[in-house]
């Protein structure tokens, strides 16, 4: 049988190809990146799975006066052409819950806070989906939610919850919606946390001090707000939610030329119902 034979004059050629090859073998790294489909940040060119970045719900807060962008320390017209002043509007919002086929969803995100126990103190966890909106800013991210795909209805709370309502403002971290407010939104253990405060002034008078009207539990109840619709969570992307709020409708029916507070503040609750719209 013949043998092939090796010829002495390929041997520099070969080792040269052997010297490569083994030269771009040691000096290749793989890619470091997310191979998951359903992160933000997925990278289909990457050869070593890490630092994946999931989804967030995220609510944008439209907040008007009518046709109008609201702006703090504006002059409003009510019905009867009666300007007054808005000079600030902040609220709680929280429990986030969306359903899909009847299911229901929620941000992933948790945190341990500090609460009243009586005349003691405990600690329990809690979905961290908390928000204080505030004419700034526009854009709340309310924590992580991979779920993707269609849903048939969107709910959460205005305010906060009975448990929420024990959480102690001094012992929340640092800029945390729960943590201590400079404008007194925790009005103590016996009351709790403000769920709508908004500071007006009932003419256009430079003169006229503002008046702050504060909404308590006690006030409000536990209400929700919510929508049913289609709201689509696209696979690896944000999902959008739009509240719009819309403060002509939260003072309609206001009486500002009698001074009374309580009034005031009876009239806003009727109104909260059509205050609110919730839209993707």
């Known amino acids: 049988m013949n043998r092939p034979r ?3 004059r390929n041997l520099p050629r070969a080792i040269c190809f052997l010297l490569v090859t083994t030269f771009f ?3 290749f790294e793989p890619k470091e990146g997310c191979l998951d489909i359903s992160a933000t940040n997925f990278d289909a060119g990457a050869d070593k799975d890490c630092c994946c970045e999931y989804p967030k719900l995220v609510l944008t807060v439209n907040q008007v006066y009518d046709t109008l962008l609201f702006r703090s320390d504006e002059l409003y017209p009510d019905a009867s052409g009666h300007l007054f002043r808005i000079k600030s509007v902040a609220f709680y919002l929280s429990d986030f819950q969306l359903f899909q086929n ?3 969803f929620r941000v992933s995100d948790t945190l341990t806070l500090n609460t009243f126990l009586g005349s003691d103190t405990s600690s329990q966890l809690f979905i961290n989906d908390f928000q204080l909106v505030r004419r700034t800013p526009v854009e709340y991210p309310v924590g992580t939610f991979q779920q993707d795909g269609n849903f048939e209805a969107v709910n959460f709370r205005f305010g906060l919850s009975e448990d929420a309502q024990k959480v102690i ?3 929340a971290p640092t800029g945390h919606p729960l943590a201590a407010q400079a404008d007194s939104l925790w ?5 709790g946390f403000v769920f ?4 007006v002034v009932r003419d256009s008078m430079g003169a006229t001090p503002p008046d702050t009207l504060r909404f308590l539990q006690s006030d409000l109840g536990l209400p929700f707000i919510g929508a049913t619709g289609l709201f689509v969570h696209p696979t690896g992307y944000n999902f959008p939610l739009v509240l719009t ?10 009486n500002w030329s009698i001074h009374d507070i ?3 503040k009876t009239q806003v609750v009727a109104n909260l119902p059509s205050t609110f719209n919730v839209s993707q």
């Open 6 to 8: 090796f010829d002495l």
């Open 102 to 104: 009847g299911e229901l």
């Open 245 to 254: 709020v819309d403060y002509q409708k939260m003072f309609e029916g206001v």
């Open 169 to 171: 403002p001094s012992k």
């Open 187 to 191: 009005r103590g253990q016996s009351n």
């Open 25 to 27: 073998a040691a000096c």
């Open 262 to 264: 309580t009034a005031w």
């Open 196 to 199: 709508l405060q908004a500071v």
